[in-house]
């Protein structure tokens, strides 16, 4: 009756494929049998979530769309450039947000239940910067009433980075998830700031260090933790209150990858149509690649360098 135990010592074991799209189906429909359930499923790298894209792409971007079937799937994909090489670095977040179904032209109506935006979507993805958001965001899963599947990029650095903390308050009574997390007072008046950068992800911890260590203070960092559906409101807030700083979009993935072709187009909807404020959107980032990230450390360092200088580098001096 157990055929296994019938192999000699010296047999050959039988060695079991690893079925990420397997594993990634079960947890997605387990997560429609318990829809009151926190189900989560994780790529060991987020590299590793191509091997499930088949349910990423026909079932989990569409399900609602197809079947009006709601779902609650967390996908968590370790994403971050740490100079692990090309096939530990990226999760591909360029191809779900090309999957998400947010207008670029269109600003959501403004009105005080922003989960209306995330109901019209077929799907959400974060980048969080900090413990208490990631807490929010998983804890916003299950105390909503209704269901959309929520895709996580985050860097295994940040577990262990001294600054990526959180006081108790956030994660107390009245606290909740910040679709963006605003740039920290500034030393010089708020019109006095040359430059606005955007980013998401642990990228904000290397661009403040980087400021201080060069005593630069007058470029604001602010930080997009919801990047889809793309949150028109409080990005327009924040453009709001630097209004003759330049707009920058800081990223350390490739041009071609990462959230640059999503986020662009719809800072120029809310600079145009949101703020009336007709500035070009600069980018600071790896430069285009067919590979994720190298694996040589010393060509790793040099891209970030290279990047770094061209955050801090204001637009008379800048190369686009």
């Known amino acids: 009756p157990y055929p296994l135990c019938a192999l000699a010592v010296s047999d050959e074991r039988p060695?079991?494929?690893?079925?990420?799209?397997?594993?990634?189906?079960?947890?997605l429909g387990y997560s429609l049998e318990n829809p009151n359930s926190l189900v989560l499923w994780e790529?060991?790298?987020?590299?590793?979530?191509?091997?499930?894209?088949?349910?990423f792409d026909q079932f989990l971007s569409s399900c609602e769309s197809k079947w009006l079937r709601q779902c609650g799937l967390v996908v968590l994909m370790p994403h971050g450039?740490?100079?692990?090489?090309?096939?530990?670095?990226?999760?591909?977040?360029?191809?779900?947000?090309?999957?998400?179904?947010?207008?670029?032209?269109?600003?959501?109506?403004?009105?005080?239940?922003?989960?209306?935006?995330?109901?019209?979507?077929?799907?959400?993805?974060?980048?969080?910067?900090?413990?208490a958001n990631y807490f929010h965001a998983l804890r916003r899963q299950v105390k909503r009433n209704f269901r959309k599947p929520l895709l996580v990029a985050s860097p295994k650095s940040l577990l262990k980075l001294r600054q990526c903390v959180s006081p108790k308050e956030d994660f107390l009574e009245g606290s909740s998830f910040?679709?963006?997390?605003?740039?920290?007072?500034?030393?010089?008046?708020?019109?006095?700031?040359?430059?606005?950068?955007?980013?998401?992800?642990?990228?904000?911890?290397?661009?403040i260090a980087e400021l201080e260590m060069k005593g630069i203070d007058h470029i604001a960092v602010s930080r997009l933790e919801q990047i889809a559906p793309f949150p028109f409101d409080t990005v327009q807030e924040e453009l709001e209150r630097f209004p003759n700083a330049e707009l920058m979009w800081v990223q350390e993935?490739?041009?071609n990858m990462g959230a640059w072709a999503y986020v662009q187009p719809r800072f120029y909807t809310t600079l145009l149509r949101?703020?009336?404020?007709?500035?070009?959107?600069?980018?600071?980032?790896?430069?285009?690649?067919?590979?994720?990230?190298?694996?040589?450390?010393?060509?790793?360092?040099?891209?970030?360098?290279?990047?770094?200088?061209?955050?801090?580098?204001?637009?008379?001096?800048?190369m686009n």
């Open 15 to 27: 060695v079991s494929t690893q079925s990420t799209w397997g594993v990634c189906g079960f947890e």
């Open 43 to 55: 790529a060991q790298f987020g590299d590793f979530a191509n091997g499930a894209q088949i349910i």
């Open 81 to 131: 450039y740490e100079g692990g090489g090309p096939e530990h670095s990226s999760c591909r977040m360029e191809r779900f947000l090309q999957m998400t179904d947010d207008d670029p032209s269109v600003i959501p109506e403004k009105n005080g239940h922003t989960q209306i935006q995330i109901q019209r979507c077929n799907w959400q993805f974060i980048n969080c910067s900090t413990p």
């Open 178 to 207: 910040k679709r963006v997390i605003p740039a920290n007072e500034m030393a010089c008046a708020a019109e006095s700031v040359r430059r606005h950068i955007f980013c998401t992800g642990k990228i904000y911890y290397e661009l």
């Open 253 to 255: 993935e490739p041009k």
């Open 274 to 318: 949101g703020i009336q404020r007709d500035i070009p959107v600069l980018y600071a980032g790896r430069k285009v690649n067919p590979s994720p990230a190298t694996g040589f450390p010393k060509q790793h360092k040099a891209e970030i360098e290279e990047f770094m200088e061209r955050s801090k580098q204001l637009l008379n001096s800048s």
